[in-house]
């Protein structure tokens, strides 16, 4: 996979990711925790076809296990909790920092904290623009979901860059990491998935509900997680953080299309903050990446052995 076959998987694995912030108001009367417990299920249920390749291969489930927590079930009941505690606007702006909390520990000791800066200036002040409006209620219950926001953003943060290590120190998973993480986190929503029906019963309009976790679980999370795993091991990991923004672009988009409302001047002026950040972290590391190559050309030539 070339460069930027890599960077195409991004966009489309951002904009699958992205369909979550709209996906459950296409099902309003099922309960939010009901179509993300299902979503995982389903993430489960079609990884099921490559169970025995899974099995085959040398999969750290240790690994894999808490790869399905973090980036998958744990991460989205915090964001859910977060989200009905502290409102949308703080709660997905902090979780909205993602890519800039893995940029800056993926290039910690590494040099590129300050050519990255202004890239990711322009992410985080596109999040803010796009999220944080005035009259925010700041009670004790906001300052809860505000921490569950937090933990939110670490949880994904550490996933992010635990599955891209290991995917540069284990390459030959690429092909069946995504069933894996399919099939444990499946393994995971079930019971809760399970309890909530026997609980609250079958919701209102079950079809539209289905089709809706169908899709979470078979684009939003089967095809992401494979577009990510692919891609990823052909891209530095400060610019896959950066690309990790593009979720909350897509989302923007997306809801605008669904709510057929043209956004405020500071919601253009966020969407377009956050994708110029994107842009620019793209072409930062493109240039690093050829002046990397450009050296190392020169370093090995033989005019340059033998002056040596």
Do not use: K
Request: hydrophobic share 60%.
């Amino acid at each position: 996979m070339t460069r930027n076959v890599a960077l195409v998987a991004m966009v489309v694995a951002g904009a699958a990711w992205g369909a979550v912030f709209v996906a459950p108001g296409l099902a309003p009367l099922a309960p939010a925790l009901l179509l993300a417990t299902g979503r995982f299920v389903a993430f489960g249920a079609v990884s099921l076809p490559q169970v025995r390749r899974v099995l085959r291969a040398d999969v750290p489930w240790g690994r894999v296990i808490a790869h399905a927590l973090t980036g998958s079930v744990l991460y989205y009941a915090l964001v859910a909790v977060a989200v009905r505690l502290a409102g949308p606007t703080v709660a997905v702006a902090t979780i909205g920092l993602v890519p800039v909390v893995m940029a800056l520990i993926s290039a910690r000791g590494t040099g590129r904290v300050v050519g990255l800066v202004p890239a990711l200036v322009l992410v985080a002040l596109g999040q803010v623009l796009l999220h944080v409006g005035p009259g925010q209620d700041w009670s004790l219950e906001a300052l809860v979901g505000l921490g569950l926001a937090v933990l939110a953003l670490v949880s994904w943060s550490w996933y992010g860059l635990d599955s891209h290590r290991l995917l540069h120190d284990r390459p030959d998973l690429a092909p069946v990491l995504a069933a894996a993480q399919g099939l444990a986190a499946g393994v995971l929503a079930l019971p809760a998935a399970v309890a909530l029906l026997l609980i609250d019963g079958v919701p209102a309009q079950p079809l539209r509900a289905l089709v809706v976790v169908l899709f979470l679980g078979l684009v939003s999370s089967w095809l992401a997680v494979r577009l990510w795993h692919a891609a990823a091991g052909h891209l530095s990991p400060v610019l896959v953080s950066q690309l990790m923004a593009l979720e909350t672009a897509w989302g923007f988009v997306f809801a605008a299309i669904l709510e057929g409302a043209v956004p405020g001047p500071l919601q253009l002026a966020g969407e377009i903050t956050l994708v110029g950040g994107v842009v620019l972290a793209v072409l930062v590391d493109a240039r690093r990446t050829r002046t990397g190559r450009a050296a190392e050309r020169v370093t090995t030539s033989p005019d340059h052995q033998v002056s040596c």
